[in-house]
T-cell receptor, first 116, second 113 residues
Framework: NAGVMQNPRHLVRRRGQEARLRCSPMKGHSHVYWYRQLPEEGLKFMVYLQKENIIDESGMPKERFSAEFPKEGPSILRIQQVVRGDSAAYFC??????????????FGQGTRLTVV | AQTVTQSQPEMSVQEAETVTLSCTYDTSESNYYLFWYKQPPSRQMILVIRQEAYKQQNATENRFSVNFQKAAKSFSLKISDSQLGDTAMYFCAFWNAGNMLTFGGGTRLMVKP
């Protein structure tokens, strides 16, 4: 059973371009959480999705950021018109259900986005 | 809102010795979970140990144990018999009845041979 897969592992974009980050959950997982890790900081929650639904996007910037988790295929985090401040590692964590304290969130290895 | 604070940006320990990483948090909730995650250079987030606030007994996982002081809102991680493979960033995290984990800023641990 493959783990949570994120790709690409590294992504370089010029300012103003679009970045698309993909997260393929473990088999049987229909809940996805996206987190952002700025350099030398902890992970910050961005958005929580269930198949075809955004459950909580309270941590996601209102402008330029969007996320989806279609019925088929991976979850996508899209950043339009990237700026240098978007440079960070982006992680997804997935689960069979909503994360509860006594369940485990399975993290991917992250995508490191560098904006030049 | 919950906050998690790790006051030690970096620590080092000699191989085979014991080290304690500190974490404090702030919440008005009575039941919640606390976690320590390890992030090695590969960036993979690995769950080390978890503690439920209602349980008075401190959690233990092999060489890893916690000192949970609920009244003081303190949750420290003790690593015994440190190994080179323990070198990593360590994050303390908090969860309660919400949708997301709240992470501290991390402590970089270096185990020296």
């Amino acid at each position: 059973n493959a783990g949570v897969m994120q790709n690409p592992r590294h992504l370089v974009r010029r300012r103003g371009q679009e970045a698309r980050l993909r997260c393929s959950p473990m088999k049987g997982h229909s809940h996805v959480y996206w987190y952002r890790q700025l350099p030398e900081e902890g992970l910050k929650f961005m958005v929580y999705l269930q198949k075809e639904n955004i459950i909580d996007e309270s941590g996601m910037p209102k402008e330029r950021f969007s996320a989806e988790f279609p019925k088929e295929g991976p979850s996508i985090l899209r950043i339009q018109q990237v700026v240098r401040g978007d440079s960070a590692a982006y992680f997804c964590a997935t689960g069979q259900g909503a994360f509860m304290g006594n369940t485990e969130a399975f993290f991917g290895q992250g995508t490191r986005l560098t904006v030049v | 809102a919950q906050t998690v604070t790790q006051s030690q940006p970096e620590m080092s320990v000699q191989e085979a010795e014991t080290v304690t990483l500190s974490c404090t948090y702030d919440t008005s909730e009575s039941n919640y979970y606390l976690f320590w995650y390890k992030q090695p250079p590969s960036r993979q987030m690995i769950l080390v140990i978890r503690q439920e606030a209602y349980k008075q007994q401190n959690a233990t996982e092999n060489r890893f144990s916690v000192n949970f002081q609920k009244a003081a809102k303190s949750f420290s991680l003790k690593i015994s018999d440190s190994q080179l493979g323990d070198t990593a960033m360590y994050f303390c995290a908090f969860w309660n009845a919400g949708n997301m984990l709240t992470f501290g800023g991390g402590t970089r641990l270096m185990v020296k041979p």
